[in-house]
């Protein structure tokens, strides 16, 4: 089974999409492929390895989007909670004080799709920027995917729990489902995938904007173990609900597994079964809440991440995937959606 992902891997590689890989497939809870392809870093060609730890980027979202749900379970949230009852900073603010939760996990709240916070004045907060941000489409109808729905989600996290996100990642999802390296910020900087030469592409993104912003990190350097996103990195100290999370693959696998089982883990429910379900049911648009459909996943639902980072779930055949590639430790970026399709439709073949 799966003997053609090893060519994929080689032909996209040989391409320069990505220097590097891992692959792992788990089958109702049980794994049937992991390889690693490649090497995690170009310039000093380390061998990407099976525990290779990855910057996950938008990953982040579905471990934020999985806490959010939990705080649901046991009632301290619904998706109808607005974010002025969850955020008293918002209360003020005619516009962010009636989203619901529903609409942040949906993309659906009519914020824009990006906004560089660190280009702002230092120590001003996120709520002071966001009293300028504007609602730019249709509100509850229509999806416009933006970091600035996590991002607020994160403060939600933050503020309700009184703690860091790492501390409530730490308690509420690494400790119950006993992942070894899903960790903000990792302390640990061996074995870890090399993302972008500084923030070249988001550098052109301000340009774009007419956002002014001087203190870029070094283009000469590939990043490793700093998150590659410049607002989580340069205004959020690396910890934001957006981007953030670095891990290996089969940390990030066992976060898909709790939904394929239907929120339980070892026996022991962290979600319920119906608020799973709905989770993996469209709601708006092509959004589950914090999921994904798109012609990348065969079937089922997923998600992507900048770096060049995915995992998709369907609950249907008990699958799921976790694809991590270093897409940014590259010359030249390139979209490597064709690839993930390709992987994605060859494992469908054979399940």
């Not at 032909?11 to 999409?17: G, L, N, R, T």
């Not at 982040?60 to 749900?69: A, D, E, F, G, W």
């Not at 709240?109 to 907060?125: E, V």
């Amino acid at each position: 089974m799966f003997n053609n992902i090893d060519s994929i891997f080689k032909k996209y590689m040989s391409e320069d999409f990505f220097t590097g890989g891992v692959c792992s497939i788990s089958v109702n809870g049980k794994n049937v492929f992991h390889r690693a392809y490649g090497v995690s870093n170009i310039n000093d060609k380390n061998p990407c390895e099976q525990e290779t730890v990855f910057d996950l980027a938008s990953l982040t979202k579905l471990v934020t989007s999985t806490i959010i749900l939990k705080m649901n379970n046991e009632n301290v949230l619904s998706l109808s909670s607005r974010l002025e009852d969850c955020l008293p900073q918002t209360k003020r603010n005619k516009l962010l004080a009636p989203i619901t939760i529903k609409q942040l996990l949906t993309h659906s709240s009519g914020l824009k799709a990006w906004h560089s916070f660190y280009s702002h004045i230092p120590g001003d907060t996120v709520f002071n920027i966001l009293n300028h941000i504007e609602i730019t489409h249709n509100k509850g109808n229509e999806v416009v995917y933006s970091d600035l729905n996590f991002i607020l989600l994160g403060e939600v996290i933050k503020h309700r729990y009184h703690d860091s996100l790492q501390g409530v990642v730490q308690k509420q999802l690494v400790e119950p489902l006993g992942l070894k390296t899903l960790t903000y910020n990792p302390s640990d900087q061996e074995n870890i995938a090399a993302t972008e030469f500084g923030n070249r592409i988001e550098k052109k993104m301000c340009r774009e904007r007419n956002f002014y912003f001087t203190n870029w990190r070094d283009e000469e350097v590939p990043m490793i173990g700093e998150v590659n996103d410049g607002n989580a990195y340069y205004f959020f100290g690396g910890e934001s609900g957006h981007a953030g999370i670095f891990s290996n693959v089969k940390d990030i696998v066992a976060l898909g597994e709790l939904y394929v089982k239907g929120g339980v883990h070892n026996g022991k429910e962290l979600i319920s079964k119906e608020l799973i379900e709905e989770s993996l049911t469209v709601q708006v648009g092509k959004r589950g809440l914090g999921w994904e459909v798109s012609d990348i996943y065969p079937e089922g639902f997923g998600h992507t991440g900048f770096t060049g980072t995915a995992l998709w779930v369907e609950p249907k055949r008990k699958l799921t995937v976790g694809l991590l590639t270093n897409r940014l430790n590259v010359a030249a970026p390139k979209n490597v959606n064709p690839f993930r399709k390709e992987v994605f439709n060859d494992i469908l073949k054979d399940i």
